[in-house]
RNA sequence: GGGGGUGUAACUCAGUGGUAGAGUAUCUGCCUUUUAAGCAGAGAGUCGACGGUUCAAAUCCGUCCACCCUCACCA
């Protein structure tokens, strides 16, 4: 034990050898790795170059097979060891780019001694660079034959060996890397070893990059709002509260975009949308994480029409940018995208599921007969989150093609406008495709008198116990007396978007490093 | 939060009260066109954590932790 200085405070060191370290500290694996390190270093290479070479991406090899084989053509990739067959003076191996996989050839012969030294100092997840001509093996296989085997990293961790072997045209896997748990909390070996896991990740950048594309071309404009707000609205939900400490105030992580996309339109910007992220402080499972990407956008002189024929194009557009047809499949349910999708009221399709007819908002008939069907709510709830939360078990997992359900209850619809002759109903619509809810819009609210009663009316529920009722936004309120358009809203869910389109049922499968608690 | 399930070697998994196992990976030896390379040998474990029952616990009981499924709430 040794006392050192270290930034004006007595640290306690103990010191080890190297030797004591690994049989102390270290299992067998990473001691032997740690030895290779070190015999490569006693040859005089440095396993940590800073300068490295690529002539050739290795698809670009496996493309051109016959050309490089007959034009001998001395190239040279990079990538990671992932298979390694040695027999003697010879050795086979498998290099991967993210690009594709080779089988590479070396040979004692032809790399030299001290080289093939270093070639046998190699592990499975190392970084290589191997400079040589294409040939094809007595098994007809593909090759690199190397003449100098670089290291480019070693790694001191062991990866996970998954095998492959091919049966009739079908790729059996062994030893796969498949603990869901260890799968999401080291992501970057799902990444390494599940193929299908990167291509989930293509797709939903793939998509994101397409959403933009169709609303750059449409004339939206790409704008950027705070996540950190004072106050927090757009939505029914609790919010993350985090602390300032210059300004000593306490602030809101945000739940949804649309009141600062509104002041925009206030602003004079007539489509405006955002991709980013939102933060709901409530429960997590299959569908939820607290952090998750939201598509919204805002379109001046537009009511909710135009928002149903804006969405069935996008989602058109995403379908055949991503397969290249106009529908997906989902499990074992084909989703057809073809236009026009329903649109039915969410009152007619209560009543067509149920027979139950909730047009009258007779609060007592509405609340029993959600008794009846086992719905119970809290004593804020009126006749609107009634009849959706009678939608919501009735008829919801029923919606399985696109359907737009439009026509919500006011009471549930605190930003939406009214729907003209229905003083209950707002001109709002959700997305519902597969049983689940994919997008949600309005012809947005712009008159600020109505709009502060609204709010208000939220803020007295919240006296009452709602937690989830909207706060009053003042300066949003304020924004709207100067004037705004007539406007349509939409907003759609990033991730379970991706979920559909890369047939995932769990949200954390599309989303990279997924919320997970820690480990004790 | 309720209910159900899982947790054993680096990976995938056997193991129902009596000396912790297999395949892969790793190490040693042999092997100059292999491919889930092969053959021979070796090392490797806090059996999720803590407590209890027992002569004896991976195994039975209890508590806790993590993850999965499901229900409730939410996008």
New binding site residues.
């Given amino acids: 034990m040794i006392k050192i200085i270290f930034l004006g405070k007595v640290v306690s060191w103990k010191i080890q050898s190297d030797h004591e370290e690994i049989m102390e500290n270290l299992?067998?694996?990473l001691a032997?790795?740690k030895?290779?390190l070190a015999k490569i270093r006693e040859l005089g290479v440095d396993p940590y170059p800073t300068r490295c070479k690529r002539t050739h991406k290795i698809e670009l090899l496996l493309d051109n097979k016959d050309k490089f084989v007959s034009s001998e053509e001395i190239i040279t990739i990079s990538g990671r060891l992932k298979?390694?067959?040695?027999?003697?003076?010879?050795g086979?191996g498998?290099l991967s780019d993210d690009s594709g996989n080779i089988?590479i050839?070396v040979?004692?012969?032809?790399v030299g001694e001290a080289n093939y030294e270093v070639f046998k100092?190699l592990?499975?997840g190392d970084f290589v660079q191997i400079e040589g001509t294409c040939?094809?093996?007595?098994?007809?296989?593909f090759?690199i034959?190397a003449q100098k085997v670089t290291v480019l990293g070693k790694s001191l961790?062991?990866?996970?060996?998954?095998?492959?072997?091919?049966v009739d045209g079908k790729k059996?896997r062994?030893?796969?890397?498949?603990?869901?748990?260890?799968?999401?909390?080291k992501r970057y070996l799902d990444l390494l070893?599940n193929p299908e896991v990167k291509r989930t990740f293509q797709i939903r950048a793939l998509i994101i990059k397409e959403i933009r594309d169709f609303l750059d071309k449409r004339n939206f404009m790409e704008i950027e709002t705070p996540i950190l707000q004072p106050l927090y609205g757009g939505?029914?939900?609790?919010p993350f509260i985090t602390h300032h400490n210059t300004l000593n105030i306490d602030l809101y992580m945000r739940i949804a975009l649309e009141l600062y996309h509104k002041r925009l339109i206030v602003g004079g910007i007539e489509r405006v949308y955002e991709i980013g992220k939102?933060?709901?402080n409530?429960?997590?499972?299959?569908?939820?994480?607290?952090?998750?990407s939201?598509l919204e956008l805002y379109q001046a002189y537009a009511d909710y029409s135009d928002m149903m024929d804006l969405t069935e194009d996008m989602m058109l557009h995403l379908a055949k940018k991503v397969f290249n047809k106009e529908s997906i499949t989902f499990g074992k349910t084909e989703i057809n995208f073809k236009k026009p999708w329903k649109r039915a009221s969410m009152i007619e399709l209560i009543k067509d599921e149920c027979g139950f007819d909730a047009s009258d908002f007779d609060f007592d008939k509405i609340r029993d007969f959600g008794n009846k069907n086992?719905?119970?709510?809290d004593k804020t709830a009126g006749s609107g989150?009634y009849i959706?939360?009678l939608f919501?078990?009735m008829v919801e997992p029923k919606l399985i093609q696109p359907t737009f359900v439009i026509d919500f209850p006011k009471e549930i619809s605190p930003l939406a406008k009214v729907k003209p002759g229905h003083p209950n109903l707002t001109e709002r619509f959700e997305l519902f495709i597969n049983g689940?809810?994919?997008g949600?819009a309005f012809t947005e609210l712009n008159d600020p008198e109505e709009q502060r009663k609204r709010l208000n009316a939220q803020s007295r529920l919240r006296e009452l116990g709602d937690v989830?009722a909207n706060v009053v936004d003042e300066d949003f309120l304020e924004a709207l007396e100067y004037g705004m358009p007539p406007t349509g809203g939409l907003g759609i869910?990033i991730?379970?978007l991706i979920m559909l389109f890369t047939n995932n049922?769990?949200?954390?499968e599309v989303i990279l490093f997924?919320?997970?608690?820690?480990?004790?």
Avoid: C
């Fill in positions: 299992n067998q694996l032997v790795k030895e290779k298979a390694m067959r040695r027999q003697g003076k010879v086979f498998n089988q050839f040979k004692k012969d032809k100092l592990d499975l040939f094809f093996t007595q098994r007809g296989e090759s034959r961790l062991p990866l996970p060996t998954v095998k492959e072997k091919v059996e062994y030893d796969e890397f498949s603990d869901i748990e260890l799968r999401y909390r070893l939505a029914q939900a609790r939102n933060f709901r409530e429960g997590m499972d299959r569908t939820h994480n607290p952090e998750f939201m086992g719905i119970e709510l989150k959706e939360a919501e078990k689940n809810e994919f949600n989830e869910g991730d379970r049922s769990s949200i954390k997924p919320q997970m608690k820690p480990i004790e």
